[in-house]
T-cell receptor, first 114, second 115 residues
Framework: AQSVTQLGSHVSVSEGALVLLRCNYSSSVPPYLFWYVQYPNQGLQLLLKYTSAATLVKGINGFEAEFKKSETSFHLTKPSAHMSDAAEYFCAVKGSSNTGKLIFGQGTTLQVKP | DTGVSQNPRHKITKRGQNVTFRCDPISEHNRLYWYRQTLGQGPEFLTYFQNEAQLEKSRLLSDRFSAERPKGSFSTLEIQRTEQGDSAMYLC?????????????FGQGTRLTVV
């Protein structure tokens, strides 16, 4: 069965600092992995996805993530945080069946301090 | 904008009442998903449709919940005899399955509060 663990429910960084949000997955098949962002009272917006091509994936708004099979990780990074990055971030893995359903982690709230 | 549209955005209801939510997916998307998100948690899968056929239901979807997607277009999610534990954000997503690509696009959700 697939599962996702996000380490750290809250992360606080200063504006301009490196953002690192951690995600570890468990999957019985080669995984498809995703990062979504959610602003208050909004739906989810896809930041980036890994679908077994390049292990370093670049997404929108300057975010990127690296797939590391040996560590079963897919951490999200951004070199320099902006105030507008403050939101909740979810890591997800596609379920093993062919349904396309996603299994989400519990989320990490990113706070950006001025 | 032709994104996924959900209505209403907010719903407050009294315990025991029935509620119905609507989701309009992106045009021509053949898959439609419903998820539930409680406070401080990630979304949890409820059910999905391939065109008009409901192909999988989570055990989270009790007998009080029913979803339909007539004609493979919009979908409705009905909750009968609502309970306070049903309070959550209900998210709809749609995708077009081509060559294994199943990128899902989410709507803004319907926030249900049961009082």
């Amino acid at each position: 069965a697939q599962s996702v663990t996000q380490l750290g429910s809250h992360v606080s960084v200063s504006e301009g600092a490196l953002v690192l949000l951690r995600c570890n997955y468990s999957s019985s098949v080669p995984p498809y992995l995703f990062w979504y962002v959610q602003y208050p009272n909004q739906g989810l917006q896809l930041l980036l996805k890994y679908t077994s091509a390049a292990t370093l994936v670049k997404g929108i708004n300057g975010f990127e993530a690296e797939f590391k099979k040996s560590e079963t990780s897919f951490h999200l990074t951004k070199p320099s945080a902006h105030m507008s990055d403050a939101a909740e971030y979810f890591c997800a893995v596609k379920g093993s069946s062919n349904t396309g359903k996603l299994i989400f982690g519990q989320g990490t709230t990113l706070q950006v301090k001025p | 904008d032709t994104g996924v549209s959900q209505n209403p955005r907010h719903k407050i209801t009294k315990r025991g009442q029935n509620v119905t939510f609507r989701c309009d997916p992106i045009s021509e998307h053949n898959r439609l998903y419903w998820y539930r998100q409680t406070l401080g948690q990630g979304p949890e899968f409820l059910t999905y449709f391939q065109n008009e056929a409901q192909l999988e239901k989570s055990r989270l979807l009790s007998d009080r919940f029913s979803a339909e997607r007539p004609k493979g277009s919009f979908s409705t999610l009905e909750i009968q005899r609502t309970e306070q534990g049903d309070s959550a954000m209900y998210l709809c997503a749609s995708s077009l399955v081509t060559n294994g690509n199943t990128e899902a696009f989410f709507g803004q959700g319907t926030r249900l509060t049961v009082v």
